[in-house]
């Protein structure tokens, strides 16, 4: 039996009106959806790349590039045959490039468990690489029409403010409230992948977190935080995301030919299988040792050594918790032909008069597009 409330302390939902919500938002969403490529796909893999294209990067910005990598790799096994640099080039600009490596894993799972075809039963997607429960059920609610609940920023602060919530959001009691809405509100038998994008899209498009256009939405005369006026209030705030300050140095070592010396970011380093300029954390150096320190790390990771020059740029930029001053340095290795340089590090010469065709990362392309407009 279907059940007609949540939790006694929030908006109570009872099947009529479920029933009715379902009606309204479908109607509204055949009238006023957007034709976003994706939303013309059944197929399990297109919606696949463009949900994790989607995550925290915003529809306008995704669009050219889920049109260019479906281009490049139409289906699982090319995306899982490609060198893992042509994945990184077409995913430059997007940021967060753990995404684009999960999604590389994930086509190499399915190209060996499930002979290439993109799995349709949640229990083989949610396994993937980089998908949780929210992917695997948006993945297969939009592409089969399975009935699979979905809470993600959009229809959580939509439900939150449905459910007149008093709770964070990202609490254990929060998650559980919405999630059981998410699931009570889909029809028992088919439609849920149109409820679902309808649902996402009002949250979207009309459920704003900032000055909501409630006499737009379709939902307003159902929903217990428009008649009270308290969309200011529900969803309750997040808790102010906390930076941590750091500063960091970036070697610009030239060899004989005027060459920059780029190397391929670690496993366990942030921007994993990026290319970056050699860099060093310098947060805790007085300027008087700071040069020296260095040369040191340079030494210890690379295994030559090297003298480090004048300070010749300057940036800053911000990743996930951290706001990081970017100093970059001119430099040159002494003694070049004395000495190895250290094994597993995987190191090109590039030259900085040519576009890069380097998977690099996000702030190393701003050093590198300097770099080559004064080399």
Known sequence: ?????????????????????????????????????????????????????????????????YLRFLQTFPDVVSLADAPLDDVYRLWAGLGYYRRARQMHQA????????????????????????IGRYT????????????????????????ARLLHLKA???????????????????????????????????????????????????LNEMCPTYASNSHATIPFPKPPKVFTELREAALIVRDSKGRILMRRCAPDERWAGLWDFPRFDVSQCKPASELDHIATQFRERFGKAVLVGNKVHELRHAV????????????????????????????IWADPTKPSDLALSSSGKRVWAWLSGVA
Request: hydrophobic share 35%.
């Open 107 to 130: 086509a190499k799972v399915i190209q060996a468990k499930h002979e290439g075809d993109f799995p349709i039963d949640f229990k083989s997607v949610s396994e993937l690489p980089g």
């Open 320 to 347: 996930t918790r951290y706001r990081i001053s970017l100093e970059s340095y001119q430099a040159e290795i002494q003694s070049p032909n004395l000495g190895k340089w250290k094994s597993g590090i995987e190191k």
């Open 168 to 218: 964070e959001t990202s609490s254990k009691q929060g998650q559980l409230h919405l999630w059981t809405f998410a699931d009570l509100v889909l029809p028992r038998r088919n439609g849920s992948g149109g409820l679902n994008q309808a649902l996402m899209e009002i949250g979207s498009q009309i459920c704003l977190p900032k000055n909501p256009l409630c006499l737009l939405c379709p």
């Open 136 to 159: 695997a059920g948006a993945v297969l609610s939009f592409s089969q029409d399975q009935r699979q609940p979905i809470v993600e920023a959009n229809t959580q602060r939509l439900y």
């Open 1 to 65: 039996m279907q059940r007609t409330v949540i939790r006694d302390e929030i908006h109570a939902w009872k099947p009529n009106d479920l029933t009715r919500l379902r009606r309204l938002a479908t109607k509204w969403f055949s009238r006023h959806g957007r034709a976003l490529p994706w939303r013309q796909s059944s197929d399990p893999y297109e919606v696949w790349v463009s949900e994790i294209m989607l995550q925290q990067t915003q529809v306008a910005t995704v669009i050219p590039y």
